[in-house]
């Protein structure tokens, strides 16, 4: 079964600082989304930016881009120009990409790491 | 807006009472997941419906059931509730069919439910 280890329950960062969450998984399998979500207060999930494993590119969505090194299963979410609004939960997801006959596309998520943003 | 509606938003009840949990996926998603999310913990899975089959069971209660209904809601019942599933309920919906999947899961704004 497919694990994710977030090995730090919580970080902090100045404002208009960088930070960078680190997220590690596991599996046996070479095609499957990695994903990043942000839980803030109203406790809503909120897709933060997604990887296709196949992509060699790292992704990136305006401040927020990742670290994907496949071959070490390592995932981690850099977050550039850090502002108050960043504060909050962030999770790590791993997701199967072809799930095998009758199987399940859920979403594996890591334990979390707060983000405290210092003004 | 992710397009996904869970209801009710709050709920507060006894020991011992059975609540149900409702769920409208996005428009033409025919996947529903259900997760449970205790106070400071992660996301915990607790099962997935697919078209109206259930597809994978996680570490789902006994006392807990889900079914997903011909106009693919869902619905997630607990049963002889107890302190400890005082929790936030989440439930997701995707479309993972050929074409469509985009692999992302589409987050309700959660049911909290608080037993007293």
């Known amino acids: 079964a497919q694990t994710v280890t977030q090995s730090q329950p919580e970080m902090s960062v100045q404002e208009a600082e960088t930070v960078t969450l680190s997220c590690t998984y596991d599996?046996?399998?070479?095609?499957?989304?990695l994903f990043w979500y942000k839980q803030p207060p109203s406790r809503q999930m909120i897709l933060v930016i997604r990887q296709e494993a196949y992509k060699q590119q790292n992704a990136t969505e305006n401040r927020f881009s990742v670290n994907f090194q496949k071959a070490a299963k390592s995932f981690s979410l850099k977050i550039s120009d850090s502002q108050l609004g960043d504060a909050a939960m962030y999770f790590c997801a791993y997701r199967t990409m072809l799930p095998t006959q009758g199987g399940s596309e859920k979403l594996v998520f890591g334990k979390g790491t707060k983000l405290t943003v210092n003004p | 807006d992710s397009g996904v509606t869970q209801t009710p938003k709050h709920l507060i009840t006894a020991t011992g009472q059975r609540v149900t949990l409702r769920c409208s996926p996005r428009?033409?998603?025919?996947?529903v997941y259900w997760y449970q999310q205790s106070l400071d913990q992660g996301l915990q899975f607790l099962i997935h419906y697919y078209n109206g089959e259930e597809r994978a069971k996680g570490n789902i209660l006994e006392r807990f059931s889900a079914q997903q209904f011909p106009d693919l809601h869902s619905e997630l019942n607990l049963s002889s509730l107890e302190l400890g599933d005082s929790a936030l309920y989440f439930c997701?919906?995707?479309?993972?069919?050929?074409?469509?999947?985009?692999?992302?899961?589409?987050f309700g704004e959660g049911s909290r439910l608080t037993v007293l």
């Open positions: 997701a919906s995707s479309a993972p069919e050929r074409g469509r999947d985009t692999g992302e899961l589409f």
């Open positions: 599996t046996s399998e070479s095609d499957y989304y």
């Open positions: 428009s033409g998603d025919l996947s």
